[in-house]
């Protein structure tokens, strides 16, 4: 009784200090979400209402059909297909890859081992305009150029998951594994059964963060396929700036469209997505 | 034992080290011999040396992209502080909403960068934008932000800034709640107020989550792009005043079809972030607080 006595001014006082906090950051808050605001209602819209000075905040009337014309203007149903191969080949390909790497580096002595780590770190500090002319060159010359492949191919193997993923086995405690060998347990087994289902919250932060780089790769789907059937969505958004013929009605519902999934996904997500930019923030 | 350690450890590393040697490792070297070489007018291309190298230094476009690439540089650096602050409030004891804040303040981070440029293209509009249409509200006359010389590359810097303020503001809140509560008891005692509260304990305490998010911040801005190719462009009357290095690189790789000079412009972008990264490195020392 004493105790809440003492605490209810506190808490009031406090309450009422956090006015001002609030306020910052609610205005920041229109700053970040504003933007987005405006894109869908921009997507809403007519030309014509577009176009008014000032301009109208709600469409008189919403223009789903904008969302249809989207469809007209670009393969984007195809582009959808290809950036969710893009993004799904890439994810399923690191996390077998990374997490086989990553689990040798952290348990299986042998000689040299420093030193092979120590190369695959090398190439987290290599800026990746270094890799995309010979990347274009392989890919070229394996006659991939407009293909699924080209864009998943090069994105399978990463050093950032590697590293990624042998701290988090690195984190995890022997005694199973040693429990598992006297049972018998190959490594294959042991890292299968055992470790994988372990490591679960490191194989979600890379899938995460993998979604996010795959899903809004720019520059090496721009550079490998320039065929809109083979493009993934961020190529084609980028293919109709400049486009006279185009509405921005359009280009905003195309954008909503393109945006949707991985902020789908960031919602039902949230915890894991800002654990792993957290997580990639602090190890890097 | 350690042979069979050694058999498992090549089954399960092999495959990445292959990949990673095919087209990351083994690229860096081959990227390097494109830079002595010239492609010529048929395809095949010849040794020429340092001829690329040289024809860089003369180069004033390339100059002028790297001093462009400096500048955003600068510019989001500015996006520290505000994200400082941000962070600061958002930790406040007690205060409600902080999921809800963070979620918003992150939109940005999961949003395709290519859709994030068409977005403020449309809000940059000088005729009929809504940044204009706000402005004109406080009587202020805006301009055509995108293709204006003298704004274009402050417009873009400022989307950057927005685009990487929800991660920065995630890693200071993770780096702000790692503070030792009794440090703040100390100060409070002592009578200081939630500003001096903030500069003697939060800011030291968390520096070196400040300097690592500067040394991301800006190898990230050395290497600005999407939102380049994405909102100016060759057709912008503010082009020259908005292509970074990067985007020179690409138009020189990939749409000039001069490997030769793009390889040795990749070289030169490598060599910068090395030097600036060094740079900020030793500049550390005097400013970040190890605890």
Known sequence: ?284 | MRRNDLFWAAVFILPTLLGLVVFYLWPVVRTLLISFTETGPFGGSEFVGLANYRELLGDARLWGTMVNTLKFTVVALLGIPVALVISALLSTDGLRGVRIYRVLYFLPVVTMPAAVGLIWRTLYNGDVGVINALLGLVGIEGTNWLSNPATALYAIAGVGIWLGLGTQIVIFLAAIQGVPKDLYEAAALDGAGRIRQFWSITLPQISPSVFFISVLAVIGALQTFDLIFVMTGPTNPAYPQTETIVAQFYQRGFVENQQGYAAAIALVILVVIVAVTALQFRLQKKWVHHV
């Open chain 1, 1 to 284: 009784m004493s105790e809440l006595a003492t605490r209810l001014p506190r808490g009031k006082r406090l309450r009422r200090n956090h006015l001002g906090v609030h306020a910052i950051l609610i205005l920041g808050s229109v700053v970040m979400v504003g933007p987005f605001f405006w894109e869908v209602m921009t997507s809403l819209k007519t030309l014509g209402e577009t176009l008014t000075v000032p301009p109208t905040v709600l469409p008189a009337s919403p223009q789903w059909s904008n969302y249809g014309d989207v469809f007209d203007t670009l393969p984007f149903g195809q582009m959808f297909w290809n950036s969710t191969i893009q993004t799904v080949g890439r994810v399923v390909g690191q996390l077998v890859l990374c997490s086989m790497a990553g689990y040798a580096f952290a348990r299986f002595e042998f000689r040299g081992r420093g030193l092979l780590f120590g190369l695959f770190l090398s190439v987290l500090m290599v800026p990746s305009q270094l890799f995309l002319l010979p990347q274009y060159e392989i890919v070229s010359g394996l006659g991939w150029l407009n293909s699924l492949q080209a864009l998943i191919v090069p994105g399978l193997f990463s050093a950032f998951g590697t590293f990624l993923l042998r701290q988090f086995f690195v984190s995890l405690p022997r005694e199973l594994e040693e429990a598992a060998k006297l049972d018998g347990a190959n490594h294959w087994q042991i890292f299968t059964r055992i470790m994988l289902p372990l490591a679960k919250p490191g194989l979600i932060a890379l899938a995460v963060l993998d979604v996010l780089w795959s899903w809004n790769d720019l520059m090496w789907p721009l550079v490998v396929n320039n065929d809109p059937s083979k493009m993934p969505l961020s190529v084609g958004l980028a293919s109709l700036i400049g486009q006279f013929s185009v509405d921005t009605t359009t280009l905003m519902a195309g954008s909503v469209l393109a945006t949707l999934p991985v902020l789908i996904l960031f919602v039902v997500l949230q915890k894991q997505f800002i654990q792993g930019i957290a997580f990639s923030g602090s190890k890097g």
